[in-house]
């Protein structure tokens, strides 16, 4: 990569970019960058030496060889223009990862419609434990790791790879793991069979001597990946597979034989509930296999992970309910995380939940109005607009008479404050509190566990 002296992040505060340029830092670079709001993530680069503006000004742009952006910054963005008008190179968030990653010898991406946090935190379990000693970004906090990110001293990188905007294609990596495919982001592709190709291309993209690991169980999966030339290692409960998950129980969360080409590895117990967790283990487990990692490793490794900031964190209890905040905000994990809740406790599971996006929301609210059946209580608040504006085609009121239709007792709330007065109200001892989706409702569990 080349050598730049001095790098400029617009929106440096989000989880990625402020990753990139703690990177940026540790090699020496002058970092500059700036975000619409201050929090303790520009804090901690203020506090290594990076010169951060709150807002976005073009006067920010001041002696740089270089300008990394997001996705979500758009070409009017005065920074933006300020770089274009002075010639200074302007390069998107993914593709500076990707030329980033080619520095090192080996890359593992983690890609896949659900789980790429939690599966890329178990892996940098298994491998931080190891003398692989790698660099590692990760897509949201991990305590073991005292945020998203760690800089190792050898010549491993770790990542997951979002396939939103085909920005996974800015990758090469020697593992790719693709742990699952279904339809999402549709503000961005056509339908299913577009976000399949764009996998597919993904798979394309790791080199004949590297490995592709995939998911044996995934119906979208299937025959995807015949004509690839690099080598192939599957993962799965149900099917043969390279990597296969035996006398799977749970009590109440998960425990299997971890099989490895037909041989018995270890035995596994997880500390995250939830079948999905088994698949994102295997998934883990057959990358850092591959990799050389003993099998006491994987095992120390897998069954020491406790989840990362906003998959399925505990928050605290109010009056004996116990409050978990979630990342889920696609109806499969919505569905697959309420269903994995249910058997953990003995009272109610209630929730809260803040669509993400229009565009999601509109799309897929068949699949979202039969997603939070295991629930006994849901709140619906206002669409988290993220990178969208509000065309006024749908509305989280639209979601909760959907609901209904489907027997499921849903209201809506308008603010977090009354959504928590709601759940305190109307839950009793025992029961579950749940936060979930991707925007800033995890709130509401901050104003329910401080009472």
């Keep these: 990569m080349k050598k730049y002296t001095s790098i400029h992040f617009i929106g440096i505060g989000g989880i990625s970019m402020s990753a990139l340029a703690q990177i940026m830092l540790d090699k020496g670079v ?4 700036s975000d ?32 990394v952006y997001t996705s979500a910054v758009g070409e009017d963005n005065p920074e933006y223009q300020k770089a274009l008008a002075l010639g200074i190179p302007l390069v998107e968030r993914a593709a500076f990862l990707g030329e980033m990653m080619n520095d090192y010898f080996k890359t593992t991406a983690i890609s896949g419609t659900h789980g790429k946090t939690t599966t890329t935190g178990m892996l940098a379990d298994i491998m931080m434990n190891t003398d692989i000693d790698p660099t590692i970004l990760l897509g949201g906090e991990y305590q073991a790791m005292e945020g998203n990110i760690r800089l190792g001293k050898k010549n491993y990188f770790l990542t997951e790879a979002c396939e939103y905007k085909r920005n996974f294609l800015n ?17 961005y592709y056509k339908d299913l069979s577009e976000i399949k190709s764009a996998f597919k291309e993904f798979a394309q ?16 999966q299937e ?15 149900n099917n043969d597979s390279y990597a296969k ?6 009590n109440p969360y998960p425990s299997y034989d971890l099989f490895i080409e037909g041989e018995k590895i270890c035995h596994i117990k997880l500390k995250v509930p939830g079948f999905h967790n088994i698949y994102n283990s295997l998934a883990a487990a057959t990358c850092a296999y591959i990799t050389g990692v003993s099998n006491c490793s994987i095992k120390n490794g897998l069954e020491n992970f406790s989840g990362t900031k906003r998959r399925f964190e505990y928050k605290g209890t109010y009056k004996n309910r116990i409050i978990i905040d979630d990342y889920a905000h696609h109806p499969t994990e919505i569905k697959t995380t309420l269903d994995a809740v249910s058997n953990l406790t003995e009272g109610d599971v209630l929730v809260v939940f803040q669509p993400h996006t229009y565009s999601r929301t509109e799309k897929l609210m068949k699949q979202f109005s039969q997603a939070f059946s295991s629930a006994s209580k849901v709140v619906i608040i206002d669409i988290y607009a993220a990178r969208e504006k509000n065309d006024g085609k749908v509305s989280s009121k639209d ?5 209904k239709k489907n027997n499921v007792d849903a209201v809506y709330k308008k603010d977090f404050q009354e959504a928590a007065e709601y ?17 800033d409702v995890y709130k509401v569990g901050d104003i329910i566990t401080k009472l």
């Design 30 to 33: 002058k970092v500059s960058g």
């Design 423 to 439: 759940l305190m109200e109307n839950s009793s001892s025992k029961d579950i509190i749940m936060t979930m989706g991707a925007g």
């Design 245 to 250: 998950a035996v006398d799977v129980k749970f």
């Design 399 to 403: 979601l909760v008479s959907n609901l």
């Design 223 to 237: 025959n995807l990946f015949d004509d690839l030339s690099c080598n192939m290692k599957s993962f799965g409960i």
């Design 171 to 187: 990758f090469s990596p020697y593992i790719g793991a693709i742990l699952n495919i279904e339809e999402d982001h549709l503000d």
């Design 36 to 67: 619409i709001t201050q929090s303790h993530l520009t804090d901690l680069l203020k506090n290594k030496g990076a010169k951060i503006q709150i807002g976005h000004n073009e006067n920010n742009i001041d002696n740089i060889d270089l300008v």
């Design 205 to 220: 993209k790791i080199p004949s001597y590297g490995f592709l690991v995939y998911n044996a169980d995934d119906k979208n």
